[in-house]
């Protein structure tokens, strides 16, 4: 059975650094995509970042390109997030999630490309 679950969210200043990691004993394997995705209040979960497993390719949204890293420790079993410049519109909390390649016909980045998901943690940023 797949669980993720998701730590490091907290609150930071404007510009200050967080990382996010997502364990998820048993399913970080060649052949699937890892993502990372927000949901302020009001509006829609987006997706952020994305890597794909069995090569390591990473896709961004725009919106945090430059300031945002996914990666992931095989051997922990583990996916982060390091999110740097962080920004008030940064706000959200914050859901990994792992889903199979055949899955990612719309994108690494659609909430549809996923079939598991963690419990979401927060991250606040003030200004």
């Known amino acids: 059975q797949v669980q993720l679950v998701e730590s490091g969210g907290g609150s930071v200043q404007a510009g200050g650094s967080l990382r996010l990691s997502c364990a998820g004993a048993?399913?970080?394997?060649?052949?699937?995509?890892m993502g990372w995705f927000r949901q302020a209040p009001g509006k829609e979960r987006e997706g952020v970042a994305a890597?794909?497993?069995?090569?390591?390719?990473?896709y961004y949204d725009d919106s945090v390109k430059g300031r945002f890293t996914i990666s992931q420790d095989n051997a922990k079993k583990t996916t982060y997030l390091q999110m740097n410049s962080l920004k008030p519109e940064d706000t959200a909390m914050y859901y990994c999630?792992?889903?199979?390649?055949?899955?990612?016909?719309?994108?690494?980045?659609?909430?549809?490309?996923?079939?598991?998901w963690g419990q979401g943690t927060q991250v606040t940023v003030s200004s």
């Open positions: 048993g399913y970080i394997a060649s052949g699937n995509y």
């Open positions: 890597m794909y497993a069995g090569d390591g390719r990473t």
């Open positions: 999630a792992a889903g199979p390649y055949w899955l990612a016909v719309a994108g690494p980045l659609r909430l549809s490309s996923y079939n598991y």
